[in-house]
């Protein structure tokens, strides 16, 4: 009795687990899930179906659309997934049918990257329950459209067919396959969006909680996704997900508690490089002084940059730049990295803008900063994607209550443009008013460049107050010293400091007794800043010197470190695991990695040319330490009781009190982006007066003594695509009367320092543009010309608010009409003069001349070409977030032949001038 028992129970067994594996296969078909054939008859599939549907949330698990059914096919694929392949779909008839397939392992680094200490069997068990997250999830974002959302697309930058030039279908702006959870993820927005859902809701460590470190967590690495999902389902009503938890390694490097605020800086151009006109943005968090004092130079800055290596700066360099075969990287580094590329080797200092963000946005600002410096990577494109695009879309991840910002233009993104949409978007502060997200800051981080100029108006300013309080001889003496210090030559300069520890205890035996103090002030401040312009001449010559030796290094057609391709690589292993990037400092300072790929590098021998720089630059720097000492001991003896403390402080008071008085008076905007319309008249010759309607528009148009918060140097002029036309009113068709394109043009009167001056060229301001034109009333209505001019400058204020110039250059042209085209070339002379006006920066009066006598092919004599305009420039104010600017402008232009007559009572220019005029006075207005 006892046996058949036994036997009874034997059969028994698998009777009761067929029926217990039946039952729970009709309880997922009564959830929605359909398990056919192998997959009904596969216990362990059936448990994993059940825990990918237990990973998520209780009203997500039955699925939208109608039943989904799982098909297990016999066959391997890698993960146990199909690719959307017709070998190996995932899908068929639409979303009714799930296609899931035998485990096999993958190469797939980014899907396996976290899974290394998982067993082969846990591995499998992972995939089966992301599957079946992935069909579900799949089914819901169709019925709802989540990853159609603004605020899942902006994450990683998902572009929709014709949203920007060149887009004919979905793309996605982040191309490294590390910002995705699998490599699927990269082809749609919708899959970016279903496989992040299976990485969040079947992490690794629900596997085995010491399957990963915390900090590798996927909800401790992509902060922002996991919190757009989170709150879609929540805003749907579809169940919330567990909090965050902790994440130690972020938490210590975000320091919220002691966050301040966050600044944006564009470095701008020095003036006199071109290249580096158009500026450049970072972002800046800001943090509140902790209990453990963190130096300046300690202070992190994220820079928006593209890796470059150590490539040379020639044609294929600027191809790459155009053309995307360069990263756009995020990286985290310090401001002492900042200011020893920016500030000393460029000599380029930095403006500072506070963004106004709410305290939920810097959170998330500071989310977005360490998402992007781990998988951050995107095409640069110069004109495009650049460092401003990038800006943007790091923002557009932060900002909160559907607030998106759009890039300030499509064929061209301007930092100065970039900075004009921040500045336009409006905040609502505690109180209720509203005001700029972007606020100017007048403290700029000052290049050393700069503040040698500053520092040498200070030691004029010095010497000059130093009269009546010594004697005439001894201030003689040093003037002759300050004379030899103005050298170009390190060699001469040397010396000079050798001398001046005797001229200064002279200058003080020779000072009054009640004005001794005074003296003594006024003898540091000289010193001092004397030091600070030797301070900027050994920063230079450590830029040529560096520039010098990259050159010699990429001499050889050797493969360095540092290239590119190599310096992203090395990037992204890095960054891929969270607790070995812990244990090392992962910043990318590219001066320093220049350094260290000279240290080792096989270099061709200098050039004669190079290696007198060279020497030069070591003169410098001896030069420099000499300085140093002279200040030094005279600050330890005759000098020793000034205060250097209070010198310091009351020099920045005076560099904060100019540049507060000069954002006072500047306009806000850039020059991107203008419109202005005009209403005129003009005076043909031998004709009536005629009424005129003007239109200009210019992707870029900023003049000399411009100034703008958002711009580039007041000593500098840029104009791009700058057109102006004139337009005669009349039934049918207006007739355009007169044009003027500007394709390209460039002026600036930045000069470089006496001590900085390589040859006579450095003393003077250069302009080149290119042209085209038309006018009815010029003897050949077509015109196109290109000409170059220097400078001198007669005459200028400290921001070129009033400057007086001469120029004397050339200009080469071809003019044209229907049946004729003669090209020309001659010399050109101009006069240009600025003044500036009460009230705002940007009232002014100015006037611009110029002279080209020009030799015309097939001509026997000069055609003159002569123009003058006088214009009145006022700020008319803002009202709300617009202003007006009234521009009323004459002009006047001449072209023609001179004839001197020989009857010297003949005085009148008609009897010695025959040509074409063209007198002309408009009213502009242009509203930013």
Request: glycine residues 8%.
């Amino acid at each position: 009795m006892r046996w058949l028992r036994l036997l009874a129970l034997v059969f028994a067994l698998p009777v009761h687990a067929d029926d217990a594996l039946s039952a729970r296969v009709q309880a997922l078909e009564q959830a929605g899930v359909v398990l056919r054939g192998a997959a009904a008859a596969d216990a362990d599939l059936v448990t994993e179906v059940e825990a990918g549907l237990e990973a998520l949330p209780p009203a997500m698990r039955r699925p939208p659309g109608g039943p989904l059914e799982l098909v297990l096919h016999p066959e391997a694929a890698p993960l146990g997934l199909g690719d959307g392949s017709p070998a190996r779909p995932d899908w068929t008839e639409g979303r009714a049918r799930f296609h899931l397939y035998q485990y096999a392992p993958s190469e797939e680094r980014r899907a396996t990257l976290r899974l290394s200490r998982l067993t082969e069997a846990e591995v499998e068990r992972l995939w089966r329950r992301r599957a079946v997250v992935h069909a579900v999830m799949q089914r819901w974002d169709d019925a709802k459209g989540w990853s159609g959302t603004p605020a899942w697309r902006r994450l990683s930058g998902w572009m929709k067919p014709f949203e920007r030039p060149l887009v004919w279908k979905e793309e996605v702006r982040l191309r490294y396959a590390g910002a995705f959870s699998r490599a699927m993820g990269q082809r749609s927005a919708s899959l970016d969006w279903v496989t992040f859902a299976e990485e969040l809701l079947v992490p690794v460590e629900s596997l085995r909680a010491d399957a990963l470190p915390v900090d590798d967590h996927v909800r401790c690495q992509e902060f922002s996704k996991a919190r757009a999902l989170t709150e879609q389902l929540e805003a749907s009503g579809l169940g919330t997900l567990p909090p965050r938890g902790d994440c130690p390694a972020f938490e210590a490097w975000a320091e919220l508690e002691s966050l301040s605020h966050f600044e944006v800086l564009l470095v701008a151009s020095t003036g006199r490089q071109p290249e580096s006109l158009f500026g450049h943005l970072l972002l800046r968090p800001v943090w509140h002084e902790g209990e453990v004092p963190r130096g300046p130079t300690f202070e992190r800055v994220v820079q928006l940059v593209a890796l470059t290596g150590m490539e040379s700066k020639g044609l294929g360099y600027v191809v790459k730049g155009m053309t995307g075969a360069y990263d756009t990287v995020f990286l985290t580094g310090t401001m002492g990295d900042l200011s020893h590329e920016a500030l000393e080797l460029e000599q380029r200092s930095i403006r500072r803008f506070r963004l106004r963000l709410k305290p939920g946005e810097e959170a998330r600002m500071l989310e977005r900063v360490w998402e992007l410096e781990r998988r951050g990577y995107m095409g640069y494109y110069f004109f495009t994607d650049n460092c401003a695009s990038a800006l943007v879309f790091l923002l557009n991840g932060a900002l909160e209550g559907g607030r998106q910002l759009r890039p300030p233009g499509t064929l061209w993104v301007l930092p100065t443009a970039t900075l004009d949409t921040l500045a336009r978007v409006q905040v609502e502060e505690p109180g209720g008013e509203t005001s700029s997200l972007l606020e100017h800051i007048p403290d700029a981080f000052e290049s050393t460049g700069d503040r040698a100029v500053r520092a040498r108006s200070a030691q004029q300013d010095a010497l000059d107050a130093l009269a009546g309080h010594v004697g005439a001889d001894e201030l003689a003496r040093l003037r002759g010293v300050h004379a030899r210090l103005e050298s170009p030559e390190p060699q001469v300069r040397a010396p000079a400091y050798d001398d001046l520890p005797g001229v200064v205890a002279a200058l003080m035996h020779s000072a009054k007794t009640a004005s001794r103090d005074t003296v003594r002030a006024h003898l540091h401040a000289y010193v001092a800043h004397a030091v600070r312009v030797e301070r900027a001449a050994v920063d230079r010559a450590d830029g040529e010197r560096l520039r010098i030796e990259r050159e010699r290094m990429l001499a050889m057609k050797v493969s360095v470190a540092g290239s590119a391709r190599a310096g992203t690589a090395e990037r992204q292993r890095v960054f891929e695991n969270e607790d070995a990037l812990q244990r090392r400092l992962a910043v990318l300072d590219r001066a320093t990695l220049l350094k260290d790929a000279l240290a080792s590098a096989e270099r061709r021998p200098p050039t004669p040319e190079e290696l007198r720089t060279l020497v030069w630059a070591e003169r410098t720097e001896a030069t420099f330490h000499r300085a140093t000492d002279v200040q030094g001991t005279l600050n330890d003896g005759l000098l020793a009781t000034v205060d250097p403390v209070a010198f310091l402080h009351e020099d920045r008071r005076r560099k904060v009190a100019a540049e507060t008085a000069w954002a006072e008076g500047a306009l806000r905007e850039s020059g991107a982006g203008r419109v202005m319309v005009a209403l005129g008249v003009d005076f043909p010759e031998g004709a009536a007066a005629r009424p005129l309607v003007g239109l200009r528009t210019a992707g870029m148009a900023e003049a000399l003594g411009d100034a703008r918060l958002h711009g580039f140097q007041p000593s500098s002029e840029l104009r791009v695509l700058d057109g102006e036309l004139f337009l005669l009113p009349r039934w049918g068709v207006p007739k355009v009367v007169a044009s003027d394109l500007t394709l390209l043009g460039y002026r600036t009167l930045l000069r470089e320092l006496p001590q900085f001056r390589d040859s006579f060229w450095d003393s003077l301001g250069w302009g080149a543009e290119a042209r085209v034109a038309s006018s009815d009333a010029r003897l050949l209505r077509y015109r196109a010309s290109v000409q170059a001019e220097a400078l001198m400058v007669l005459d200028e204020d400290a921001r070129f608010s009033r400057f007086t110039t001469v120029g004397v250059g050339g200009l080469a042209a071809v003019h044209w009409n229907r049946d004729v085209l003669t090209p020309a070339a001659g010399p050109r002379l101009s006069l240009a003069h600025r003044m500036g006006l009460f009230g705002s920066g940007a009232n002014a009066v100015r006037l611009e001349a110029a002279y080209a006598p020009t030799w015309r092919v097939g001509d026997t004599h000069f055609t003159h070409e002569a123009g003058a305009a006088l214009q009145l420039e006022v700020w008319l104010g803002r009202a709300g977030p617009f202003g007006v600017l009234l521009t009323p402008r004459a002009q006047v232009q001449w072209e023609g032949a001179i004839s001197p007559t020989p009857h010297w009572e003949a005085l009148s220019p008609s009897t010695w001038l025959a040509g074409s005029a063209e007198r002309r006075l408009a009213l502009g207005f242009e509203v930013r």
